[in-house]
């Protein structure tokens, strides 16, 4: 039996406030938030820093990230 992936952008066409963040050690491809971000129908913000997918030791820059973009909604 064939399983079909879903098209993984077509479900980001999502209209609440989305913040997409991204590793600049993550592969693009697999992940981009930037895609994601311009298929939002709601107000969207992408932010990108040096970390892997896993963000570990960056939970302050993940925090500040996510305390600035709830401020601004």
Known sequence: MERK???ILELARVSVPS????GDQEPKALYSAEDF???TKGVAECAS????????GREDVVSTLFCRWLAML
């Open 19 to 22: 913040l997409y963040l991204r």
């Open 37 to 39: 971000a311009g298929r």
């Open 5 to 7: 992936m879903s098209d």
């Open 49 to 56: 820093f040096d970390c892997n997918h896993s963000y570990a």
